[in-house]
């Protein structure tokens, strides 16, 4: 049985997560993979009206009841410093501790392909993107705030553990999915201390993977090169904060927001059940709340459908995972688009053609 804890949060998380459901339910059936979905109400409406973000010890229940979360995407215009996605979101992401934020780049068609000169299968790589620390932290505060001599930091904390990991789990990745590249991207140029250590790190934990091609980039150098040359990446690694602002760079490679699915896992040992192989995982797009779009019923809802088979995947439903992307796949190639794709297609009609492509 696969417990599934389902937060549809805000804006169009609400409607690409009621589609992803029902691919996860038609999937389930079709695969015979148990499931016991609970749908959580958490998000702006609640916080709004009762002022509950995240009840407290629900996390803890998640990581002892619980094999995966679902979340479609927090944000609310009439929520500016984000109160209720810093407990839904972040504290879920620390608290599970889960490091590692693996997105997933990769083109499905050429006809999404936003490079010229470029094909689809020049745009296959995975982000490796640390999610425990850095810049995000909550490290930081104001001194004279409101003031014209207001001061105002976030600091950014790297620690060896935190470093460390990160990149002995991209280099695990590479060698076990046979890719052949890591590259690793910080601003160490800059950054004197903190990214002084992740050249240390990686120096030292590539020796333990000799068959594995390095390569270091500082991050400016890596946004251009993921335009110019996609096809030369396999593995990326690098810290919270870039790997944010490159994975959105990378949705943009696969044909825009809509369609890039990401997970957050810890794959140590302590977290492992018989029901989640790898640990307890939370699963979402790397999209957000499209206020600009939501409840038009237009948002494109592949990312989150593509998240469910990563999720599933995770899960130890290999066979599931594969025939949703088969099925994503098929929707691709028969020209099947939302606007966002340049397409008129609507969530329903995406989100029905995809159940017909399962079957
Ligand atoms: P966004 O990802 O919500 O939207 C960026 C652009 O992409 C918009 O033009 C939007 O219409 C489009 N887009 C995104 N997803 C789409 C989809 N599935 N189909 C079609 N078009 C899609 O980013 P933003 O506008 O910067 O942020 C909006 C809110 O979401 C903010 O509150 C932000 O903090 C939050 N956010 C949340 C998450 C999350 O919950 N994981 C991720 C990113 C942003
Ligand atoms: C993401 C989002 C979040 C992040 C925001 C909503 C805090 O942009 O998951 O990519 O920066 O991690
Ligand atoms: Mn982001």
Known sequence: MARIAVIAGDGIGVEVTAAALEVLRATGVKHGVPLDIEELDYGAERYLRDGTTMPAGEIDRFRREIDAIFLGAVGDPRIPDMRHARDILLATRFELDLYVNFRPVRCLSDALCPLKRKTAADIDFVVFRENTEGAYVGMGGNFKKGTPDEVATNEDVNTR??????????????????????????????????????QRVFTEVKKDYPQIETRHLFIDALAMELIRGPEAFDVIVTNNMFGDIITDLGAALQGGMGLAASANINPSEALRRPSRPNGIGLFEPVHGSAPDIAGKGVANPLAAIQTVALMLENLGYEGAAKDIARAVQTVVNAGVFTPDLGGSATTAKTRDRVLAALG
Do not use: P, Q, T
């Open 161 to 198: 553990k935190g470093v460390e990991r990160i990149v002995r789990a991209a280099f695990a990745y590479a060698v076990e999915h046979g890719r052949r590249r890591v590259c690793m991207a910080d601003k160490s140029n800059a950054l004197r201390f903190a990214h002084d250590l992740w």
